[in-house]
């Protein structure tokens, strides 16, 4: 089955500044990678998804590209607030109608 | 507005007894998982679900079943709770295809 490695755990960064986000996958078949977002106390939410046949995605101050040679995508967080504050899941599912496999979070910092 | 409702928010079991989580959808999604979160390591499937009578083991399926009569309804079964099966306990539901997936609050789960 898939199996997805998320990195760095934490992550803090200054107000302002950009956070990356990287996630590697073992399955070359997978074909959907979403990033969802989990403050404190509150269920994960979908924040920007990305499929294998796009590199890049923008959305506002997030994006997500993908390297699908190399099996890894990445989330680019630019001019951080402190809102940003919180643990970002990456995921990935294989074929349709297989579940999402996460990653095991980043804790994302932003201090004022 | 899409809604998954899980029964309990916090529950406290004691071990040896049988344990019921629930979680309903109210948006005729086929698709329904059960996950685990625990500190560190992120979101393990526990078990899905992609029609009625129909589910799937997931990466950490010892010790729980499911059961899903109805469309809405997939609940979580621990047959005999312990200890280490203390956590977070999420629900999601979703459209087949690569589609979000939507997460229930959590029922934060003690078994003492």
């Known amino acids: 089955g898939e199996n997805v490695e998320q990195h760095p755990s934490t992550l803090s960064v200054q107000e302002g500044d950009s956070a990356v986000i990287k996630c590697t996958y073992s399955?070359?078949?997978?074909?959907?990678f979403p990033w969802y977002k989990q403050e404190l106390g509150k269920r994960p939410q979908l924040i920007i998804d990305i499929r294998s046949n796009v590199g890049e995605k923008k959305d506002q101050r997030i994006a997500v590209t993908l390297n699908k040679t190399a099996k890894h995508f990445s989330l680019h967080i630019t001019e951080t607030q402190p809102e940003d504050s919180a643990v970002y899941f990456c995921a990935a599912r294989y074929q349709a109608g297989t579940a999402l496999i996460f990653g095991k979070g980043t804790t994302l910092s932003v201090s004022s | 507005d899409v809604k998954v409702t899980q029964s309990s928010r916090y529950l406290v079991k004691r071990t040896g007894e049988k344990v019921f989580l629930e979680c309903v959808q109210d948006?005729?999604?086929?698709?329904m998982f059960w996950y685990r979160q625990d500190p560190g390591l992120g979101l393990r499937l526990i078990y899905f679900s992609y029609d009625v009578k129909m589910k799937e083991k997931g990466d950490i399926p010892e010790g729980y079943s499911v059961s899903r009569e109805k469309k809405e309804r997939f609940s979580l079964i621990l047959e005999s709770a312990s200890t280490n099966q203390t956590s977070m306990y999420l629900c999601?539901?979703?459209?087949?295809?690569?589609?979000?997936?939507?997460f229930g609050q959590g029922t934060r789960l003690t078994v003492v």
């Open positions: 948006m005729d999604h086929e698709n």
């Open positions: 399955d070359s078949a997978s074909n959907y």
């Open positions: 999601a539901s979703s459209f087949p295809g690569d589609t979000e997936a939507f």
